[in-house]
């Protein structure tokens, strides 16, 4: 009996953590796809001027009610919030790599 759920254990669980590494990369991919929404809407809502560095964006864009009302999204794997490289003519977020 024990060896069978020894057995059973050895399948199921690298399956689980595979399952949920999967999940947490979606999340970071969506979570990336919706700050490249928010960083054209913000350039959209300012005249066509992006944020003028990451200090900028990590104020006016992740920090603010208006683009995300239930808080900024970081990453699932590490916490850590997302970094805008660009300046006022135009920029991008950071995308991670796991």
Known sequence: MVLIIAILASI???RLTGAAAEA???K???NWANLIRALELYAANNN???PADNAAFQ???LNSSI???H???VCPFSSTPYVYVGDA???TVTAHIH
Do not use: I, L, M
């Open 12 to 14: 199921v669980v690298p």
């Open 24 to 26: 947490n990369k979606s």
């Open 28 to 30: 970071c991919d969506a």
């Open 48 to 50: 066509g001027a992006y």
């Open 59 to 61: 104020a006016d864009v």
């Open 67 to 69: 683009y995300f009302p």
């Open 71 to 73: 808080g900024a999204p």
């Open 89 to 91: 003519a135009g920029g």
